[in-house]
């Protein structure tokens, strides 16, 4: 519940931000919208990512482990 509380927040000012940078002459709900969609994308290519990359560790220790 915490972290959903974050996201609105982090996204209505990414998304006032984004409306400003690009000149949109957007209300306030399109622009809260904005911005928390894409914190809700942004947060999950991030956790995408690093699930990744956390894999690809696993499987680089395990290569390399034998090695040593």
Known sequence: MGNLIIIII??????FIATRMFKLNLG???TIAIGVLGALIGGWVLRLL???LG???GLLGQSLGPLS
Not at 10 to 15: I, L, P
């Open 10 to 15: 982090v996204g209505t000012a990414a998304g």
């Open 28 to 30: 306030v709900p399109q």
């Open 50 to 52: 690093l699930a990744a």
């Open 55 to 57: 894999m690809f560790a």
